[in-house]
């Protein structure tokens, strides 16, 4: 065993309907990744290729768990999206072959800093302080697709005090899970315990301290986020 000079950090994990615990390696998040949003960040929804930023693994919020109002930030944006968990890795997976490397699904909300996000996009620079912040992507628990299967369509919706705010069908996805899967190990080699953010149908919006963010993923599950 190394001899640590610091405490080693804890394996960060989300819980599994059923029994048991999913450990994290990664967070990939998709951009743009349904064309009325798209359209709506003032992009081209035209099948560009994909392209994925990174949250840490500790910016997870589990549980149901409130989440704290941001630093730094007047404009906090939800994007509700289908979360992908790897359970078995690989490089350069093929479409057809990408679904056997699923072990589940769940729901997240990738937390955005929208200033500080579109300040960065008007330097030219990095996103990271605009997207992988503490605290900044709440997950409900992994169901595995041994038990769902792989949703293709269904209702992706979520609601901010009971009023909807964001609502697609999963088959409104420019690029579907497997080649999404399929593009992002071409660019790095995906492992067991990496986790995909798929994407955001329209309708991301500011919310404040004490809202109430519920969110739906039609065959999967929901999700219930409090901003404290």
């Given at each position: 065993m190394a001899d640590y000079v610091i405490p080693p950090p804890a394996?960060?994990?989300?819980?599994?309907?059923?029994?048991?615990?999913f450990?994290?390696?990664?967070?990939?998040?998709?951009?743009?990744?349904?064309?009325?949003?798209?359209?709506e960040m003032g992009s081209d929804p035209d099948r560009e290729p994909p392209f994925f930023f990174m949250k840490p693994s500790d910016a997870l919020v589990l549980n149901d768990a409130d989440m704290p109002y941001p630093s730094q930030t007047k404009d906090l944006h939800h994007e509700m999206e289908m979360v992908v968990a790897i359970g078995k890795g690989g490089k350069d997976i093929s479409v057809a072959d990408a679904r056997?490397?699923?072990?589940?699904?769940?729901?997240?909300?990738?937390?955005?800093?929208?200033?500080?996000?579109n300040q960065a996009k008007k330097e030219g620079r990095p996103w990271d302080m605009g997207k992988g912040f503490d605290k900044s992507a709440p997950i409900s628990a992994i169901v595995p697709a041994a038990k769902i299967g792989h949703p293709?369509?269904?209702?992706?919706?979520?609601?901010v005090n009971g009023k909807v705010t964001q609502t697609s069908d999963l088959s409104m996805l420019i690029w579907s899970v497997s080649e999404t899967i399929s593009y992002l190990s071409g660019l790095v080699e995906l492992a067991p315990g990496d986790l995909i953010y798929s994407g955001t149908p329209e309708g991301v919006a500011a919310v404040k301290v004490g809202d109430v963010m519920e969110g739906v993923v039609?065959?999967?599950?929901?999700?219930?986020?409090?901003v404290v």
């Open positions: 394996v960060v994990s989300v819980p599994v309907a059923g029994g048991g615990a450990p994290v390696r990664r967070v990939f998040c998709v951009g743009r990744n349904y064309a009325a949003h798209a359209r056997s490397h699923v072990y589940g699904y769940a729901c997240g909300l990738d937390m955005t800093r929208r200033d500080i996000q293709g369509k269904g209702l992706i919706e979520l609601k039609e065959g999967v599950g929901t999700i219930r986020c409090r």
